[in-house]
């Protein structure tokens, strides 16, 4: 399996060709106005069958429209457009057949490879300006992805942090990522469609957060304002992962609450822009930082209440903080309130946490449960 470094937060980090692959078999990009690098109009009618069994073209039995011609045939992924000649593709039959060579990088002009074994050219598509997020964000989610079967185990894992100051080390580091991510939706998007995308994504959970991302696409913020037909929303997507899911997380569910609350309380995201945490160089006199000084019982309570209107419940508040708002609205004000998002209550997470917090002695009286800790977790989990 072909690797490549790529530039991260904390310095370069390791990309596998599969995630690319991964990618396209969930859809997870724009696809809508998408031109080939020959600057051709192309739609993705099938993205193919995954070729996880055999040697040859990564997705076969594609079918895909170039400027309005239905064509079928295969799929080839590549980090960059040269890799089909050193990965000896003009040698081997079994790739005659491929009609579009999709590749995470652009190619400048000079370079570009002529398919000299094909009386047919492949159309090419550079897919990295078609990406909903950054790449590391993509890595990030398919490592906790696959970290997801550790998550049931009753003992306490071997990279589980040994304290409170540990995990707050740990915590800043997910910390300042999620900033990031923050800072790069914020340099593409302004306040309300960020907030809007990033939103929509996490009421989409780990498992139908691709569908949710192109629904914050094609459907903005002023189209839910005016009013939409949230079946006829939920029916533009056809790949949702319905298996196991309770009635109350049900994507349908989902995109109902939040056109309840683009329509009631349109005006939450300014509300959220405008609400008041304490940065951190405001608290660092206290002797003691804690929920109660951090005034989180009330924050949460407004949160919950005035600006989601109580539409959002439980668990799933929290997490719509602490994932998206809290590093978006520190971004903005260019203000850390990372002592904050540590404190705040624990979003979705697996309920085995606590019972490990509990053994590992990190939560009593005064040191309650918290999304920190969560965090703390899941980061020694990337990095173990």
Known sequence: MEIMEAPGLYGHFSVKERLIQKIWEKGDFKTDKIRTLEDKKLNI??????????EGPDFKGARISIDGQTIEGDVEIHFEEKDWIRHGHDQDPAFTHVILHVVLYP??????????????????????????KSLEEYAEEDALEKLAGIYTQSSIPDHFPQNLEKC????RKRWIQKCKHAENR????????????????????RRNRTPMARIAQVFPVKAWRTGLNEDEVY????????????PANHPKKRLQQYALLSKK???????????????????EALALI???NLRLKKLEEVWAQKLLGGIFGGTRQHTLMVDAC?????????????????????GDIPAVFRKWCQQGNLINHSQPFCNGLTQAILWGSMKR
Not at 235 to 246: E, I, N, V, Y
Not at 265 to 277: C, L, P, T
Request: include cysteine; proline fraction near 3%.
């Open 168 to 171: 707050k080390d740990w915590a």
């Open 290 to 292: 804690n929920r109660k």
């Open 235 to 246: 029916a533009s997507q056809k790949d949702w992962k319905l298996r196991g899911c309770r």
């Open 326 to 346: 809290l590093p978006l609205w520190s971004v903005y004000h260019g203000k850390s309130i990372f002592e904050t998002w540590f404190y705040w209550s624990a």
């Open 107 to 132: 190619t400048k002009e000079k370079n570009r490879v002529f398919f000299a074994d094909r009386k047919q050219q492949p159309h090419t598509l550079v897919l990295l300006p078609y990406l909903f």
């Open 186 to 205: 914020l340099n593409s998007a302004n306040w309300e469609n960020a907030c809007h995308q990033w939103f929509l994504e996490v009421l989409g959970y």
């Open 45 to 54: 009618i099938d993205s193919g069958k995954w070729n996880l069994a055999e």
């Open 265 to 283: 309380f349109s005006r939450w995201m300014i509300a959220m822009q405008k609400m008041d945490f304490s940065e951190d160089r405001s608290i």
